[in-house]
C-alpha cells in the first residue's frame, strides 16, 4: 500500500524582548540559576503579571508577516497543571483568543518548487522553567531535583500550523521558513541549540488517496531541523509498520531521542491533562485599534520571500542562489552589500555561498563573526572582475583575509605583497611563450603534426608551462590566445 | 482609647497632643491585654511598629508630617508586608515571611502610618465567620460568644475592640462589610480596580478588594485617600485620578434617591435586622432624601454564580502553594507527587480544599461551559440590574447580613454559610462599591445598614454614611469588653 505522511507543526519561537512577557526581569541566556528570576516568576503570593507591551507588537508584526488576521481583541487564558518548574501551577496563555489568528507561508523546497503553508494561530504564552535533573543532594544524602527559573515568563509565540506538510522535507523547509520569517523580523535571535526555536510536531499516516487523517502522534521538543527530519522518518516507519502489521496507532506524545535515533512514548493518554483552561482574571484583554497594527506594517522590513523574488528578477540569481541566501536576513544582508562594492550580483552569490560559507562552516562561525567583511570581499571581487588578478589567485587572497594578513588586512596589499598581480603585458608573455617554445621542441613537433583537432588539448601542456614560469600570475586567457597565434603560425 | 477615632488620633498629633509612640504603645498594650480573649491578631509586630513611632514623631518634628503620620493601624494577614509573617490563616504560610510590601502597605508606609501587626482571618480569605483560621476562631467583642464575622474578623474585631483605631480588610464577596456589621463598625469595600490587588494574597482575583474598616466613614474617607489609586503592577488597577474622599463628606444628601431593592427584604431576612434597617432609611428620609423600591431581578442567582467563579479562581490562585519555592512541606516526600499531595493535604484546611476541589471540578473539561461560562453570563446580567438601578436612584440601602453576628460554632453546614452573604456578594460580581455602617444593635449584637453605590462612587458612598453617623449614634456604641480593657 502506498502510505502518506501529514504532518503539521508546533513551533515555540523565543521572542527577543529585553524582560520577560509578565515581569520586568532580564531575558538574556545563560546566567546563573535563578539570579534572573522575580517575584513575579517566582510565582511569589500577591504578585501579578503585567504584559509586556514588546512582546505584543513582536507577535503582531509575526502576524502582518504571514498575511494573518490580527485579533483586535486577544485574552490571555490560564492552563492550569502542576509540575516542579512551573511555579503559579498555570501557564499564561491564549486558548481561546489568540493574537494572531489564520495566516500563509509560502515556503521553498529543495528543488525549488514552492509550497503554501497554512498557519492556523499563532499566540502568545510565558516559558515554564527548567529542572536540573544533576545529582543533588540533600543534607541527608537524598537526591533531589533542581529548578532554575531563569527561564520562567520569558514570552514565547507559539505558531500552530495546519496538517499541510507532506514530508520531512516539507516540514524542515517550514520551519527554516518560520526561522527566516521571525530572524527577518528581528523578534527572535532563532538560536535553536539555546532552545529559542523550540518544535513539536504532529506526525500521522494514511493510506494515500484518504481524506480522513489518520490517528498522530505528538512529537515533543524536537530541537533542530535536522532532528525533525529525523524524527519524522522514524515515525512514519514506525507508524506504517504498525498499522501493516494490523496495529493500529495511538493518540500520544512521544519524545525524540536523537541519540539513539528514535521516538519513546512520553505519557499515554490514561495520564492525559486536563489543563481546565479559563481567562486569566489578573490581565485584561489585549485590544488593539487598527492605527497601532497600520503602524506596525508600514515599519516591516523586506521579508524572506519578496528579497527571494527580487534577488531573482533585480539581480539575476538562480532561484536557488536567490532562496539560499534569501533564507537568513544576515547573509542576504552581507551579500547585499558585497553586491553594493563589486556591482556583480553572480559573483557576489558565488563567493558568499562558496569560499565564504565553507569558510564559515569549518570553523563554526556565525556570516556576522565572519572576519572577512562585506566591504573587503567585494575590494577582492573587483579585482577579480577588473582582471587584476586571477580567479585561482583571489582564493589565495580570500585565505589571506581570513587569516588577517596584509596591511590594513585590504585585498590590494595582499596582492601587492605576494606578487599575486595578473600579468597582461603581452610582451613579457610573448617572451615567456618564446621560453617555453624554445624549451619545448618534441612538444612542439607533436602539436604540428597532430590532427587539427586535437591541437586543442594539446596546448594544455604549454599554457601550464607559461602559467607556472609566470607563477600563476599570468592572465590565462591571454596566454592561451598568444600560444595558440604562436603555434599555429609553426604550421 | 477605646473611644478614639483615627480622625481623632490624628487630630491630637498634629496638634501636639499626643505623639506617635504615646499612641502605639497605649494600642500595644490593648493588644496584649485583650488577645488572649479575642484572638483579633497573627502577627503583633511591637518592635517595628515602636520603631515606626519613632520615626513618625521625628518626621512631624521635622515638619515632613501627613495626615496619617503616627497613626497606628492593623493589616488583615494577607497583605504582603516585607519581613513580616504573611499567613492568610493558613498553616500553608505559617512560616512564610513575604520579601516585599503590598502597593497599599507601601502606600500607608509612606503616609507614615504605624503597622500595629496583622489580623487574624478565614483561611486564604474564604469564610465568613473567621472560623477557618489556622490560628483558631476570633471572637466578637460584643459578645464572646458570637463570631465577628469574616473573613476580615479579626481586622474588625480588633476595631470593635478598641485594639486600633482602624485597619485594612479585603472583600471578595462581603469580607469587610459583613464582619464590619457583626463588629458595629464602617467598612468599605471600594470599585474593583479602585485599590491595587498587587502584594495582596489572591482569593478569587477577579472579586477581591481592599478597603478600610474604621469606626467612620469619616476614617475610611482618610484611609481611601492614602490607599486608593492605579498601580502600574496591577493591570486591572483603574486609571482614574483619586478624589480627596473627606473633602466631600458634609455634602448635604437633600435631594438624594435611595432605592430599596426588594430582593435584599425577601425570605431568610431577620425581622429585627429588617426593622433596624427601616428605621435607617427613615433617618435619611428626615435629611431629605427619596425612598422608593427597585428591583435587582437576578439577586437569586447571585449566590450560585459566585460559588462557581470564586472556588474556580481560587482553584488556579492556589495552586502555586506546592511545597516547592515557599510555604509548608510536608516531610520527606518519595516523589513530585507525593511531595504536592502531601503538602497542600497538611497545608489547607477543610473550607480550602473544598473551594478547591468545587473549582477544579467546574473547570473541568465537559463542566465548563455548563458552570463558569454560565457563571459569567449571571454576572454580567447582574452587573446590568446594578446599572439600570443606578439610572433610576443614587444609592441603594438594605442589611449587610440577614442576621447579626452568629453563635460560635452555630453554622456547621457550609451552604448555610455562604448563605450568610447574600446580601454582599453580587456587589463584588458587579464590581461596584458597598460600605457597611452600624445601624441598630439586637440583644447586644450590631446590625449593619449596607449602601450601595455606582461604579467609582466611594466618595458619594462616604458622604451618605457620614451623614447618617452625623445624626445618628449607632457608631459610638461601644461593646463593654472594650471599655473593660485599660
Same mark, same amino acid.
Given at each position: 500500500m502506498q502510505w502518506e505522511t501529514v504532518i503539521g507543526l508546533e513551533v515555540h519561537v523565543q521572542l527577543a524582548t529585553r524582560s520577560k512577557i509578565f515581569s520586568g526581569a532580564s531575558t538574556a541566556f545563560g546566567a546563573d540559576a535563578n539570579t534572573q528570576a522575580c517575584a513575579v516568576d517566582l510565582g511569589m503570593p500577591g504578585t501579578l503579571p503585567v504584559l509586556n507591551e514588546q512582546a505584543v507588537s513582536m507577535a503582531v508584526q509575526f502576524g502582518l508577516g504571514v498575511d494573518a488576521e490580527i485579533a483586535k481583541v486577544s485574552v490571555f487564558d490560564r492552563k492550569n497543571y502542576f509540575y516542579a518548574d512551573l511555579p503559579k501551577g498555570y501557564q499564561t496563555s491564549?486558548?481561546?483568543?489568540?493574537?494572531?489568528?489564520?495566516?500563509?507561508?509560502?515556503?521553498?523546497?529543495?528543488?525549488?518548487?514552492?509550497?503554501?503553508?497554512?498557519?492556523?494561530?499563532?499566540?502568545?504564552?510565558? /516559558?515554564?522553567?527548567?529542572?536540573?535533573?544533576?545529582s543533588f543532594t540533600d543534607d541527608t544524602g537524598q537526591e533531589m531535583t533542581g529548578i532554575d527559573l531563569n527561564r520562567a515568563g520569558t514570552p514565547l509565540l507559539e505558531i500552530v500550523s495546519e496538517p499541510d506538510m507532506r514530508s520531512a522535507k516539507e516540514a524542515t523547509a517550514y520551519l527554516r521558513a518560520i526561522h527566516a520569517i521571525v530572524t527577518y523580523l528581528g523578534i527572535s535571535d532563532g538560536n535553536m541549540a539555546e532552545g529559542s526555536m523550540r518544535c513539536d510536531v504532529n506526525v500521522s499516516v494514511r493510506p494515500k488517496g484518504q481524506a480522513e487523517f489518520g490517528t498522530r502522534a505528538e512529537i515533543k521538543n524536537v530541537n533542530s531541523f535536522r532532528f525533525v527530519e529525523r524524527a519524522v522518518a522514524f515515525e512514519v516507519e514506525r507508524?506504517?509498520?504498525?498499522?501493516?502489521?494490523?496495529?493500529?496507532?495511538?493518540?500520544?506524545?512521544?519524545?525524540?531521542?536523537? /541519540?539513539?535515533?528514535?521516538?519513546?512514548?512520553?505519557?499515554?493518554?490514561?495520564?492525559?491533562?486536563?489543563?481546565?483552561?479559563?481567562?486569566?482574571?489578573?490581565?485584561?484583554?489585549?485590544?488593539?485599534d487598527q492605527a497601532y497594527i497600520d503602524q506596525l506594517r508600514a515599519g516591516l522590513p523586506e521579508l524572506p520571500d519578496a528579497k527571494r523574488a527580487r534577488f531573482e528578477t533585480a539581480l539575476g540569481l538562480s532561484a536557488y542562489d536567490a532562496s539560499v541566501i534569501a533564507a537568513s536576513r544576515d547573509m542576504a544582508d552581507y551579500f547585499e552589500d558585497v553586491n553594493n562594492v563589486c556591482g556583480d550580483a553572480k559573483q557576489a552569490a558565488n563567493w558568499v555561498q562558496g569560499e565564504l560559507s565553507g569558510a564559515l562552516n569549518r570553523e563554526h562561525l556565525d556570516i556576522r563573526q565572519s572576519p572577512v567583511s562585506a566591504r573587503q570581499l567585494g575590494e577582492l571581487i573587483n579585482r577579480v572582475l577588473d582582471d587584476t588578478i586571477s580567479g585561482k589567485a583571489a582564493k589565495q587572497v580570500f585565505q589571506a583575509l581570513w587569516d588577517g594578513e596584509g596591511e590594513n588586512n585590504s585585498a590590494d596589499a595582499i596582492i601587492e605583497a605576494k606578487g599575486l598581480k595578473q600579468v597582461t603585458d603581452s610582451g613579457a608573455i610573448k617572451a615567456m611563450i618564446d621560453d617555453v617554445i624554445a624549451q619545448s621542441p618534441k612538444q612542439v613537433t607533436q602539436y604540428i603534426d597532430a590532427e587539427p583537432d586535437k591541437r586543442g588539448k594539446m596546448i594544455g601542456y604549454f599554457v601550464g608551462q607559461v602559467m607556472k614560469a609566470s607563477r600563476g600570475t599570468a592572465n590565462p586567457q591571454q596566454v592561451n590566445q598568444l600560444l595558440k597565434e604562436k603555434l599555429d603560425a609553426q604550421l | 482609647m477605646s473611644d478614639h477615632t483615627l480622625t481623632s488620633l490624628a487630630a491630637a498629633l498634629k496638634n501636639g497632643d499626643a505623639s506617635s509612640r504615646e499612641l502605639t504603645s497605649d494600642y500595644l498594650q490593648r493588644i496584649e491585654r485583650a488577645e488572649p480573649t479575642l484572638n483579633s491578631f497573627i502577627s503583633v509586630t511591637a518592635e517595628q511598629a515602636l520603631a515606626g513611632a519613632? =520615626?513618625?514623631?521625628?518626621?512631624?518634628? *521635622?515638619?515632613?508630617?501627613?495626615?496619617?503620620?503616627?497613626?497606628?493601624?492593623?493589616?488583615?494577614?494577607?497583605?504582603?508586608?516585607?519581613?513580616?509573617?504573611?499567613?492568610?490563616?493558613?498553616?500553608?504560610?505559617?512560616?512564610?515571611? =513575604?520579601?516585599?510590601?503590598?502597593?497599599?502597605?507601601?502606600?500607608?508606609?509612606?503616609?507614615?502610618?504605624?503597622?500595629?501587626?496583622?489580623?487574624?482571618? !478565614?483561611?486564604? +480569605?474564604?469564610? %465568613?465567620?473567621? *472560623?477557618?483560621?489556622?490560628?483558631?476562631?476570633?471572637?466578637?467583642?460584643?459578645?464572646? %460568644? +458570637?463570631?465577628?464575622?469574616?473573613? %476580615?474578623?479579626?481586622?474588625?474585631?480588633?476595631?470593635?475592640?478598641?485594639?486600633?483605631?482602624?485597619?485594612?480588610?479585603? !472583600?471578595?464577596?462581603?469580607?469587610?462589610r459583613q464582619p464590619a456589621a457583626f463588629c458595629g463598625i464602617t467598612g468599605l469595600k471600594p470599585t474593583y480596580g479602585r485599590v491595587s490587588r498587587y502584594g495582596i494574597i489572591a482569593y478569587a482575583s477577579s472579586l477581591d478588594q481592599a478597603g478600610p474598616m474604621a469606626r467612620t466613614a469619616e476614617d475610611c474617607a482618610h484611609l481611601m485617600t492614602a490607599i486608593a489609586g492605579h498601580d502600574a503592577r496591577d493591570s486591572t488597577s483603574a486609571e482614574r485620578?483619586?478624589? !480627596? #474622599?473627606?473633602?466631600?463628606?458634609?455634602?448635604?444628601?437633600?435631594?438624594?434617591?435611595?432605592?430599596?431593592?426588594?430582593? #435584599?427584604?425577601?425570605?431568610?431576612?431577620?425581622?429585627?435586622?429588617?426593622?433596624?434597617?427601616?428605621?435607617?432609611?427613615?433617618?435619611? *428620609?428626615?435629611?431629605?432624601?427619596?425612598?422608593? !423600591?427597585?428591583?435587582?431581578?437576578?439577586?437569586?442567582?447571585?449566590?450560585?454564580? #459566585?460559588?462557581?467563579? +470564586?472556588?474556580? *479562581? =481560587?482553584? %488556579?490562585?492556589?495552586?502555586?502553594?506546592?511545597?516547592?519555592?515557599?510555604?509548608?512541606?510536608?516531610?520527606?516526600?518519595?516523589?513530585?507527587?507525593d511531595l504536592y499531595q502531601r503538602s497542600r493535604a497538611e497545608g489547607f484546611g477543610d473550607e480550602v480544599k473544598r473551594r478547591i476541589l468545587i473549582g477544579t471540578h467546574t473547570l473541568s473539561e465537559g463542566f465548563f461551559d455548563a458552570y463558569y461560562t454560565k457563571a459569567q453570563r449571571v454576572r454580567r446580567l447582574i452587573r446590568q440590574d446594578f446599572l439600570d438601578a443606578f439610572n433610576e436612584v443614587d444609592v441603594l440601602m438594605g442589611p449587610t447580613s440577614p442576621t447579626p453576628a452568629f453563635d460560635l460554632g452555630a453554622q456547621k453546614d457550609p451552604l448555610s454559610m455562604y448563605l450568610q452573604d447574600i446580601y454582599t456578594i453580587a456587589v463584588n460580581l458587579a464590581g461596584i462599591p458597598g460600605i457597611s455602617v452600624p445601624a441598630g444593635l439586637v440583644g447586644g449584637r450590631p446590625v449593619g445598614l449596607q449602601i450601595l453605590g455606582a461604579h467609582f462612587a466611594e466618595a458619594q458612598l462616604l458622604n451618605v454614611a457620614h451623614q447618617f453617623q452625623r445624626a445618628t449614634d449607632w457608631h459610638q456604641q461601644r461593646p463593654a469588653f472594650a471599655k473593660e480593657i485599660v
Open positions: 491564549q486558548m481561546y483568543h489568540p493574537i494572531v489568528g489564520p495566516g500563509v507561508l509560502d515556503v521553498t523546497l529543495d528543488d525549488g518548487a514552492a509550497k503554501r503553508i497554512r498557519i492556523h494561530h499563532a499566540h502568545l504564552e510565558e /516559558d515554564a522553567g527548567k529542572s536540573l535533573h544533576e507508524q506504517t509498520e504498525l498499522i501493516e502489521d494490523g496495529g493500529t496507532v495511538v493518540q500520544e506524545t512521544r519524545l525524540y531521542d536523537p /541519540d539513539r535515533d528514535e521516538t519513546r512514548s512520553m505519557r499515554t493518554k490514561e495520564e492525559a491533562n486536563d489543563y481546565r483552561y479559563f481567562p486569566c482574571p489578573d490581565l485584561l484583554p489585549i485590544v488593539l | 519613632d =520615626a513618625a514623631d521625628k518626621a512631624r518634628t *521635622e515638619g515632613r508630617a501627613g495626615y496619617l503620620t503616627g497613626v497606628p493601624l492593623a493589616l488583615k494577614d494577607n497583605f504582603c508586608t516585607q519581613g513580616v509573617k504573611t499567613t492568610c490563616g493558613s498553616k500553608m504560610l505559617d512560616t512564610f515571611v =513575604a520579601p516585599y510590601s503590598a502597593t497599599v502597605v507601601e502606600k500607608l508606609d509612606a503616609a507614615g502610618s504605624v503597622s500595629l501587626g496583622k489580623t487574624n482571618m !478565614d483561611e486564604f +480569605a474564604m469564610g %465568613s465567620s473567621s *472560623e477557618s483560621s489556622f490560628y483558631g476562631a476570633i471572637k466578637n467583642p460584643w459578645d464572646l %460568644s +458570637a463570631v465577628p464575622g469574616g473573613s %476580615s474578623g479579626g481586622s474588625a474585631a480588633a476595631v470593635a475592640a478598641g485594639l486600633a483605631p482602624a485597619a485594612l480588610g479585603t !472583600d471578595t464577596g462581603g469580607s469587610i485620578a483619586v478624589p !480627596d #474622599y473627606a473633602a466631600q463628606l458634609d455634602a448635604p444628601l437633600a435631594g438624594l434617591k435611595i432605592g430599596l431593592p426588594t430582593e #435584599y427584604f425577601g425570605d431568610g431576612l431577620d425581622p429585627v435586622v429588617a426593622g433596624a434597617v427601616r428605621d435607617a432609611v427613615k433617618v435619611y *428620609e428626615t435629611l431629605g432624601a427619596t425612598v422608593r !423600591d427597585v428591583s435587582l431581578p437576578h439577586t437569586r442567582y447571585a449566590t450560585s454564580a #459566585y460559588y462557581v467563579i +470564586a472556588p474556580a *479562581e =481560587a482553584s %488556579s490562585n492556589l495552586s502555586r502553594f506546592d511545597g516547592v519555592r515557599f510555604g509548608h512541606r510536608c516531610d520527606n516526600p518519595d516523589d513530585l507527587l
